[in-house]
């Protein structure tokens, strides 16, 4: 509509032929009728009413009976047997197939060293999006504003270099060939440490050296996705591991985690790429360590955790224009290492690590879970939806958006 608005002397006349390339029948019903019955361009055309009134007729389970159309008629032929007969189309405004596209999906990815799975939470369905097996185990994964999915992590030796032998696996996923793409090693390798990007760039924040001494790190790498090569950004004021690491409108925010001393932190602080500084801001409510974090209808929520009294089901959410932290609704269980991400409009926690009882000792030790829970905005209450998912077992976990014509159902 905004087309033809551009230009209504000369585009209006080609409105009924455009509406036929509409798929309105996959158009939620309150909009039809709130934003497309009522458009200006549409209540006082009576030609364009009239067909509308086919698709109100769909709505009600009531179709027109497709006309049949002779096979020689159609090739310009005058006569036909009946047998040449074929069955026509419904009106073009009724036509209610996807087009390719219209198979993107929200999916939740999950990614290991065994292939890499996509589960649909609407439908309740799997999806295999990649069979190859060279992930790392311990590995970190982002997915960009343009939907394009890293692997950071591991260990990998370059005999070459005497200085710096070891280096990090650096991969992203190419959705034709289903394969994960070598990229650039990671220099300066580590683990516990924090993934975001922003415009073109990847930061690596801070975690732990994965050599002797393992310290805690306040270096951050940067690649830039433009010229495909890593440097050193600004460093953190602090050294940290174990933290949580998102991104929002341009900035970078680094949110607890333990310091050299191995002590959970409550501090928060933020880098602007542009300025080029670190910025402290209100900290967390409860100190807290590898933890699940997401940001939620522009708000970053902060979920479960290891404390230093041990684990924690307390969930806190900060108002990034306020500056301040509030709690949430708890959790269901204390866990550490949790998935906290937000697709399709909903806020999902998936797997984790819990204390659970062992046939093999009295006391409770560290299990992996691999079920999924949704937030219910209305009730305020946690809903699991998925007891186990097999799949999330090992698996790093992100939202992303995923064209389900290209990918095998399990």
Known sequence: MDWIKHDETTRLKELPELLH??????????????????????????????ELDLVIDAHRGRLPKAKRIASDEAKGGEESDEEDVEEGYLPGILNNNPRFGMFEMDLI???NNTGTVAYDPVGNECFVVSEST????????????????????????????????F?????????????????PSQPNPRCLFGLAEVENSIYVVGGKQLKEGEHALSS???????????????????????????????????IGGKSESKKC?????????????????APLTTARSLFGIAVHNNQIYVATGVTDSGLTSSVE?????????????????????????STGGHLYAIGGYAMMPSDS???????EMTDIWRYDESEKCWSGILRELYYAEGSSILPVRLNTLRLTKL
């Open 134 to 165: 060279q992930i790392p185990k311990n590995h970190s994964s982002l997915v960009t504003k343009q939907n394009q999915i890293f692997v950071v992590g591991g260990l990998l030796y370059n005999e070459e270099d005497k200085d710096e032998p």
């Open 265 to 281: 932190m409550r501090r928060v602080c933020v880098y602007n790429p542009i300025k080029f500084e670190w910025k402290d801001l």
């Open 167 to 183: 280096m990090s696996y650096f991969l992203q996923f190419d959705p034709v060939s289903s394969e994960w793409l070598g990229m």
């Open 317 to 341: 959410v900060y108002d990034i224009t306020a500056n301040k932290w509030s709690e949430f609704t708890e959790f269901p269980q204390e866990r550490s290492s949790l998935n906290l991400i």
């Open 21 to 50: 390339c509409v798929r309105f029948r996959l158009i939620p019903k309150d909009y039809f009728k709130e934003q497309v019955e009522c458009h200006q361009y549409i209540r006082f055309n009576q030609e364009i009413k009239k």
């Open 361 to 367: 000792s009295e006391d409770p030790v560290p299990t």
């Open 220 to 254: 951050v790498m940067i690649y830039d996705r433009q010229s495909f090569k890593w440097g050193e950004s600004d460093p953190l004021p602090y050294e940290v591991y174990g933290h949580g690491t998102v991104a929002h409108k341009g900035l970078v925010y680094v």
């Open 109 to 111: 990815l999950m990614i």
